[in-house]
């Protein structure tokens, strides 16, 4: 699978949108794009994921560059409840059922009053 | 569905001593996941089993690790003997493949000290 490429920290003022960079260049024309969230001692969890087209869900946008060597996980209206830290992965499907989902070190993303 | 629900929330055992975690994944779901997570080291993939076998243990630190799931409700992760150093919070997660999307859940994982 890919290797991701993400900053270590970023911070963000609370409504305005978090823009979450990820590099994975060295990506396959089969592996999806993935994000999860962990906040502070909870397990992960499921944020977005795509291919090569942008993504919109209830939580937030996903936006794949055309060569698909990076993406940009947005979210528009940040609040205190998304301090976390945000996690992309880049996730090749062996087989239905057989995705080996692993995590780097991600972005803590700080969301400030 | 209540989720994935894992046991005990936390553990506090001696040096030496056999642990044993438990999860019930959700209903319905064929893959499951055990994680371990410390500062040193973030969260590490152990095991993932689909359909109850086991696919990829290559994360299973040593041979006092082992993982079995003995049916498509319930999984287990087993150290012994124990060490300080598996001191962490271990979360079990599991997930359904639907279409594309891969969407695991996870637990509220177990946190584990040995001393």
């Known amino acids: 699978d890919a290797k991701t490429t993400q900053p270590p920290s970023m911070d963000c003022a609370e409504g305005r949108a978090a823009n979450l960079p990820c590099n994975h260049s060295?990506?396959?024309?089969?592996?999806?794009v993935y994000w999860y969230r962990q906040i502070h001692s909870q397990g992960p969890q499921y944020i977005i994921h795509?291919?090569?087209n942008n993504e919109t869900n209830e939580m937030a946008s996903l936006i794949i560059t055309e060569d698909r060597k990076s993406s940009t996980l947005i979210l528009p209206h940040a609040t205190l409840r998304d301090t976390a830290v945000y996690y992309c992965?880049?996730?090749?499907?062996?087989?239905?059922?057989?995705?080996?989902?692993?995590f780097g070190t991600g972005t803590r993303l700080t969301i400030i009053p | 569905d209540a989720g994935v629900i894992q046991s005990p929330r936390h553990e506090v055992t001696e040096m030496g001593q056999e642990v044993t975690l438990r999860c019930k994944p959700i209903?319905?779901?064929?893959?499951l996941f055990w994680y371990r997570q410390t500062m040193m080291r973030g969260l590490e993939l152990l095991i993932y089993?689909?359909?109850?076998?086991?696919?990829?243990d290559s994360g299973m630190p040593e041979d006092r690790f082992s993982a079995k799931m003995p049916n498509a409700s319930f999984s287990t992760l087993k150290i012994q003997p124990s060490e300080p150093r598996d001191s962490a919070v271990y979360f079990c997660?599991?997930?359904?493949?639907?279409?594309?999307?891969?969407?695991?859940?996870f637990g509220q994982g177990t946190r584990l000290t040995v001393v």
């Open positions: 997660a599991s997930s359904l493949r639907q279409g594309t999307n891969t969407e695991a859940f």
């Open positions: 060295t990506i396959s024309g089969n592996e999806y």
């Open positions: 795509g291919l090569k």
């Open positions: 992965i880049v996730l090749r499907p062996i087989f239905a059922g057989n995705e080996k989902l692993t």
């Open positions: 209903s319905g779901h064929n893959s």
């Open positions: 089993f689909n359909n109850n076998v086991p696919i990829d």
